[in-house]
């Protein structure tokens, strides 16, 4: 017998003692199968959004590092009393980011060479009145913010409105489980599971809007429209039947 048959037989034998564990695994799971309706569903609710969220920076610029860190300081001070003086109870502001970089010139047929350094202090704005949102946009490019983006919409009961739309979804998925059991028959003993995933997020418009601002002697506030927004939210739920 060849090194090769001897092989060839001890594969053999393997495979066929592994046959048995496997044919009774299968076998035990189909034995204790109880049936089950898998169910796909999502819930709507709809509601005005009542939290703003503005993202504003001061930028400046100046031949070395220090002087650009040094005027974006006095800019962000400056900037920093403004807003705090605007904000009202419930309101927040908050750095959301600082650095200081080389930007450059590109001589044709040279290497790159450094023209100078940027300082830029970026700020986040929380506002919970939303007929202010136009003022502290201009407030903003007024006291030396160079970028303003924005509004976040959030919504300060967001748990309650996701759960809102969580049960509406479940609601319609017991419905479903419960056409479909009765079309066999059957009916719908229990909840067995369920997984939700919320798919709407406050919306996010983002828009420059420092070109956009009223110049100082028009005093005429950046106007914004709040709009309704749906929060969705998806459910898998698997019901047994019998």
Same mark, same amino acid.
């Given at each position: 017998?060849?090194?090769?048959? &001897?092989?060839?037989?001890?594969?053999?034998?393997l495979l066929m003692g592994l046959v048995p564990a496997l044919a009774g695994a299968v076998g035990q799971e189909g034995g204790s199968k109880i049936p089950t309706a898998k169910i796909n569903s999502?819930?709507?609710? #709809?509601?005005?959004?009542?939290?703003?969220?503005?993202?504003?920076?001061?930028?400046?610029?100046?031949? #070395?590092?220090?002087?650009?860190?040094?005027e974006n300081a006095k800019q962000a001070e400056a900037f920093l009393a403004a807003v705090k003086?605007?904000?009202?109870?419930?309101?927040?502001?908050?750095?959301?980011?600082?650095?200081v970089t080389p930007f450059y010139t590109y001589p044709k047929g040279k290497k790159p060479v450094i023209a100078g350094y940027r300082a830029r202090h970026g700020f986040q704005v929380r506002l919970s009145n939303l007929e202010r949102l136009g003022e502290l946009i201009d +407030?903003?490019?007024?006291?030396?913010?160079?970028?303003?983006?924005?509004?976040i919409w959030e919504h300060a009961k967001i748990e309650a409105l996701?759960?809102?739309? @969580?049960?509406?979804?479940?609601?319609?998925?017991?419905a479903m489980a419960?056409?479909?059991?009765?079309? +066999?028959?059957? #009916?719908v003993k229990r909840l067995q599971q369920v997984?939700?995933?919320? &798919?709407?997020?406050?919306?996010? &418009?983002? #828009?420059?809007?420092?070109? @956009?601002? @009223?110049?100082?002697?028009?005093?005429?506030?950046?106007p914004i429209e709040?709009?309704?927004?749906?929060? &969705?939210?998806?459910i898998e739920a698997v019901f047994e039947l019998e």
């Open positions: 017998m060849t090194k090769f048959q &001897r092989y060839l037989i001890l594969g053999i034998s999502d819930g709507v609710v #709809k509601a005005f959004p009542d939290i703003a969220i503005m993202n504003l920076a001061i930028i400046t610029e100046a031949a #070395k590092a220090p002087l650009a860190a040094t003086k605007f904000c009202q109870a419930g309101d927040t502001v908050k750095s959301t980011g600082y650095r +407030l903003g490019v007024q006291q030396g913010a160079d970028e303003v983006s924005g509004p996701t759960q809102g739309a @969580a049960v509406q979804a479940l609601q319609k998925a017991q419960t056409a479909l059991a009765q079309s +066999l028959n059957l #009916k997984s939700t995933t919320t &798919r709407a997020t406050p919306v996010f &418009r983002e #828009k420059n809007l420092a070109m @956009a601002a @009223a110049a100082p002697d028009e005093r005429v506030a950046t709040v709009g309704e927004e749906e929060i &969705r939210v998806q």
